[in-house]
């Protein structure tokens, strides 16, 4: 049980469930909701299990010093094992995706991965990181619409890929805290996120969902406005990872889907139940 203990906070496997909205949104706003939907979104799960395993191998090195009760530092799981975890979800993830999707699936998945790869070994402790990162998440979404026109789609792949930046950005401080200027520009990206969920003809359940979304997140980023100590950046960043599904469930709920895009934003409060035990960060 220990060493199932021990995989579960390598890949973060709670967090996996800010993942699925990905593709349900991708797929609700193309039109392309469909059987192969929730295979699609499987495959999105593995993918980014297999990112947060390459994540901590990747910074290996770096957890020895600033964070040693993680798996590979404290001794329970090796670098290789957890190599070979990365590279196993992440060749499972691009398989099971053009099994699902054909060659348009597998089209997205590869480059996805490969950003995902990208972002962990080279772009995370650069400018470049949260553009990075907030591009995997785009791709992501896309996934969900490779059975239709992926243009439809653009729209809510880049709201939750500004949604993503945001989350990214506050990671950064993780460690060592933020000043107040970080978290006003996150704030503002917040709102312009769940604005451009809602739309300019707002309804009721989409309204509603982003509304929460943003009360959540924002509120504990404006906590850290007041106390920008590390520990408050990292609740800010676990409600973002977290809050995430609401934001995904009002971008379905968008595109015509109310009651799948309530059944996605559902994941949100399972997810904060969850982050209690192994967390998302």
């Not at 799960?45 to 993680?70: C, F, I, K, S, T």
């Amino acid at each position: 049980m220990g060493r199932v203990a021990d995989l579960v906070e390598l890949v973060r496997a709670p967090a996996g469930l800010s993942v699925p909205g990905d593709v349900v949104a991708g797929a609700a706003a193309a039109g392309t909701l469909g059987r192969r939907t929730p295979v699609l979104a499987g495959a999105s799960v593995l993918l980014y299990w297999g990112g947060m395993a390459a994540n901590d191998w990747a910074d290996r090195r770096l957890d020895a010093v600033e964070r040693p009760e993680r798996p590979i530092p404290s001794g329970r799981i090796s670098p290789s094992e957890a190599f070979g975890v990365a590279a196993g979800l992440t060749v499972a993830g691009v398989a099971l995706a053009a099994a699902a999707g054909g060659r348009r699936a597998a089209a997205v998945a590869v480059p996805l991965a490969a950003t995902v790869w990208g972002y962990d070994l080279a772009a995370k402790n650069t400018a470049a990181g949260p553009v990075v990162m907030a591009a995997c998440r785009g791709l992501d979404v896309l996934l969900g619409a490779t059975a239709g026109r992926l243009v439809r789609a653009v729209p809510a792949a880049l709201t939750v890929a500004a949604h993503t930046w945001t989350v990214t950005e506050l990671s950064r401080r993780e460690v060592t805290g933020a000043d107040r200027r970080l978290p006003r520009a996150t704030l503002a990206g917040t709102a312009l996120v769940a604005a451009a969920a809602v739309g300019p003809r707002p309804a009721v359940v989409p309204a509603a969902l982003a509304a929460g979304y943003a009360t959540r997140y924002g509120g504990a980023q404006t906590r850290v406005l007041t106390d920008p100590s590390p520990g408050a950046v990292r609740a800010a960043v676990g409600a973002g990872i977290t809050g995430l599904p609401a934001l995904q469930g009002a971008l379905t709920a968008r595109a015509g889907a109310r009651v799948l895009g309530l059944a996605v934003a559902a994941a949100a409060p399972l997810g904060r139940r969850l982050a209690r035990l192994v967390s998302p960060t």
